[in-house]
Every structure is written in C-alpha cells, then in structure tokens.
C-alpha cells in the first residue's frame, strides 16, 4: 500500500504545472512551427526589404542563408539560454527563474511583430535568437520545477505536460499559420508577435504558485517555507515523511556539495548518468524531430501534395502529435519510461528508411506521396510517445538535488546544438547534398540511440532519486549508501 501523499493530484500541484508549461513550454513548441507556414511571404519580405536598400534582387544563395540563420538562430539562442540554467536556477530557485525568462519572450515578441514596419529582416533574426534564449531556459527548468513539485508516482505523467505543452504550441503555430487566418502576407508579423501573450499570462499567475520545496530545503535550508510549500501541493499537514527523505537527500549529497558542470564531468558516481543523458538528448535532436517541424511544408510539397492542401496536412500531423503526446501521459507511469524510449526510436527508424524509399519512388509511382505522408506521421507518432517527452523526465530522475541543475545544464546545451546543426544543415542536405536519403542519417542515429537505451538505461518510473543513483551504483563502480532511505517504515500508511 503506497503512502496517500503518493495517491493524489491535488489543485494546486495541477495550476502549477498548468500555468508554467503553458507560460513556458508553449512558446517552445510556438516558436519552432511559427516560422514554417508564413515561410514564403516572409522569404518575399526579406527579398522586397533587400530590394528596396539596395536596388537589386536578392540571390538565391543569401535568400538561402538568410532564411537558415533565421530558422537556426533559435536554437543557437536556445544552446545559450542552456547555459544560463544553472547560475539562474541556484540564485532565482526554479519559479523565480520562469518568471525572469519572460523577459526573454517578450522583447522579442514586440520586436518581430515591429519587424515589417521596420522593413528589417535583420530584427527577425536577432529576435529569434532572443526568443531562443528563453525556450533554453524553459525546456530546462520546466521540466527540473515539475520534477521537483511532484510524488514520484505522477512525476513522468507530469514531466510530460511540458512536452504536451510543446506539441499544443506546435499544433497552435500551424492553424494559426493557415493562409486564411494569419499565414499571409498581411498577418505573419501578428504571427510572430503573438508568442509574448503566454509569457504575460504565466507573469501574472505564476507567483501565487509555490517554489520547489526540494530547492527551498536543500539548497536554501528553509525548512519553514519548504514544509509550507510542500503541505499546500499534497492537500494536507502531515508531509513529515517526504520531509525525512527530502532530508536524507540533502546528507548524502553534503560531501559533494552543490556540483558545477566540471564537477559533474569529473564525478565517478555520475558517469553513466551523464553520458546517457547526452546520448539521449542527441538521439533526440539529431534523429530528425525538427527537420520534420522546420520543413514539413517543403517536405509535403516533395512528396507531391498539392500547394493549396499542404497547410492542412501539416496542421492534422500537429493534431496526432498532440494526441499522441497526451496518451504518452497516461501510459508512462504503468509502460515506465525505457519502453517508451525503445519503441519511440524503434518506430522512428523504420519510418525514416519507408520515407526515404517512398521519397525516391514519387515520380515513377503515382500514389508514393501518400506513402510519403503516412511515413512522415507515423514518425511523428514514434517521437511523441518516446524520445521527445522521456528524456527529460529521465533526466529529473536520475540526478540528485546538487547535480540536476548542472545535468540540466549539460543535456540542454547537447539538445538545442544537435537542434541547431539539425536547423542549419538540413535544407542543404536535401536541396545540394542527399536530397530523399537525408532521412537513412536519421534512421541510423535513432536506431544507435535505441541500442543505447537498450543495453544501459535503465527503469526509473516510482523510485525515489537515491534509489536511481543506486541503480547505477554498479555500472559507475562505485556503492551508493543509502543507509536508512529504504527502511520499510520511512513512510508511514
């Protein structure tokens, strides 16, 4: 029988996650699709404004870089906002540091909404990067704040929602990009400036909602203000037993102290933990997720579906993302996290190698785009109940307290330089290098990652976080002391 503070979702833990996915983890997915409909009319924009400065047609080639840089600035934007992780989240806590990164959000909102009366393509790119710099941040800290609010039986169903959040931004991004509604030459700049809204939301609401008792105890050693934050998430007054393992926690880890991020590359303890954290966040990146999301429109257009109906298969693939990210919720605390990983990369493979055969076939076989089409969704079925939601659940769970901002640190910047490479190189890749086989270098990373998760990773789901570090006691060659952690009666009926 598990302890009761283990068996609800009370209303303020479900407000919290709410308010700070949709504030934060929105605007990720947001801002990675935004750009992708308005495509065109924005390219025009750059080649007018270019035009009108210096009275000849912009080339190909600069038309090219120019729309890479502004793609690729994102996530640049976001490798730099990883940095920052660590030094804000130790100094701020977690829900100060959600709140300071609006900042990062709202100015660039103004400014690429401002970008057409400027007759300036230059803003867009540096407001993409700004606006990166806060979904760093966000893709980061959400998921560590979540982690660190939540029992350990809702702790991967709610370290999804920022990736649910993620998906709905996404899906949100790609209506609103119909030509009909704001993916026009009149309404893309609307389009663009929109993504501020979320972050005045979760400004107003987010300080009303309680800072991560673990952060409050361990690394502030307030033991009044973590008692008080964590009774008003479970629902009652009795949380002395979470309190005792949050405590015992905080004596392990004593002798390390609070690790930076070279600390962490040299601790034995947690090798094996930070190479798999690594190797998923690059399996997830560099699987293809995000040639897919950047380029879906031209990737339909190769496939051969006609101009006018492009917008809206994209905008039903955002749909399966999002039902699919929602079941992924529901599952992962009974499927656990590892099956999720091998299945979502194992799908994710064999859909890479049937786009690349479907998009070689097209010409010669009249009905290949809609193969072509059904490849691109059942990827995107793989990647949302697996390798885009688990890994940061995984990784909440496999560092303690004085690691997991510094890990954080680590697996964001690996995430968003494998996105930013995936951002750069892709559209060159298959426009001047390997055209339809750019998808069997996809396939070959996602199915190296799964043979990965398959002979190291291992089961998280309903242990505490000493019990994980233990799991890789063995393989790290070193003992992990839990001494009284996993006494029986630890936590009373």
């Known amino acids: 029988m598990e302890p009761r503070w283990l068996k609800r979702l009370t209303t303020v833990l479900a407000l919290s996650t709410l308010i700070s996915a949709f504030g934060s983890s929105f605007q990720y997915g947001y801002n990675v699709a935004v750009i992708n409909s308005p495509a065109p009319v924005m390219q025009q924009f750059y080649n007018t404004t270019y035009m009108e400065r210096y ?132 309404g893309w700049p609307l ?150 990983l091998l299945v979502g990369f194992g799908i994710c493979c064999a859909a890479c190698v049937l786009l690349t055969i479907a998009l070689s076939l097209q010409e010669s076989v009249s009905w290949m785009p809609y193969v072509s089409i059904m490849c691109v969704i059942i990827y995107v079925i793989g990647h949302a109940i697996g390798p885009s939601p688990i890994p940061n659940v995984v990784t909440t769970e496999m560092f303690r307290q004085s690691a997991r901002s510094a890990a954080f640190m680590v697996s964001g910047s690996v995430h968003w330089l494998s996105n930013f490479t995936v951002g750069l190189v892709f559209p060159f890749m298959e426009v001047r290098g390997l055209g339809p086989y750019s998808f069997i270098v996809f396939a070959v990373i996602c199915l190296l990652t799964l043979v990965y998760v398959w002979v190291v990773v291992p089961e998280t789901k309903k242990k505490t976080f000493l019990e994980v570090s233990q799991m890789f006691g063995k393989r790290n060659k070193v003992e992990i002391k839990l001494g009284d952690t996993l006494h029986p009666g630890l936590y009373p009926e």
Request: aromatic share 8%; proline share 4%; hydrophobic share 50%.
């Open 55 to 186: 009275k000849t047609e912009m080339g190909q080639n600069l038309l090219t870089l120019l729309w890479s840089l502004s793609v690729s600035m994102y996530p640049l934007g976001g490798f730099f906002g990883s940095l920052m992780v660590a030094p804000l989240v130790n100094h701020l806590g977690r829900k100060g540091t959600l709140l300071f990164n609006n900042i990062f959000s709202i100015v660039p909102a103004v400014m690429m909404g401002a970008s057409e009366v400027a007759k300036s393509y230059e803003i867009i790119i540096v407001a993409r990067f700004i606006v990166g710099i806060c979904a760093g941040l966000s893709s980061n800290v959400v998921p560590m704040y979540l982690g660190e609010l939540s029992p350990k039986n809702l702790r991967g169903a709610l370290g999804i929602v920022p990736q649910l959040f993620i998906t709905v931004g996404i899906l949100s991004a790609q209506v609103l990009g119909i030509r009909n509604i704001l993916g026009n030459s009149a």
């Open 191 to 340: 389009m663009l400036g929109l993504t501020g809204i979320p972050a005045l939301i979760e400004l107003l609401l987010l300080p009303f909602f309680p800072e991560s008792p673990r952060y409050m105890l361990i690394q502030k050693g307030d033991e009044k203000k973590a008692k008080k934050a964590l009774q008003r998430l479970r629902g009652w007054d009795d949380v002395d037993a979470e309190m005792t393992e949050m405590r015992l926690e905080d004596q392990s880890e004593r002798a390390e102290g609070r690790l930076t991020v070279f600390s962490l590359l040299a601790q034995r303890s947690l090798r094996w933990q930070l190479i798999s954290v690594v190797f998923m966040n690059m399996g997830q990146q560099l699987s293809g997720v995000n040639a897919i999301y950047y380029y879906a429109d031209s990737i339909y257009s190769s496939a051969g579906v006609n101009e006018n109906d492009v917008q809206f298969v994209t905008v039903g693939t955002g749909a399966v993302n999002v039902v699919m990210t929602v079941a992924a919720v529901f599952i992962v605390e009974k499927s656990g996290r590892r099956l999720l």
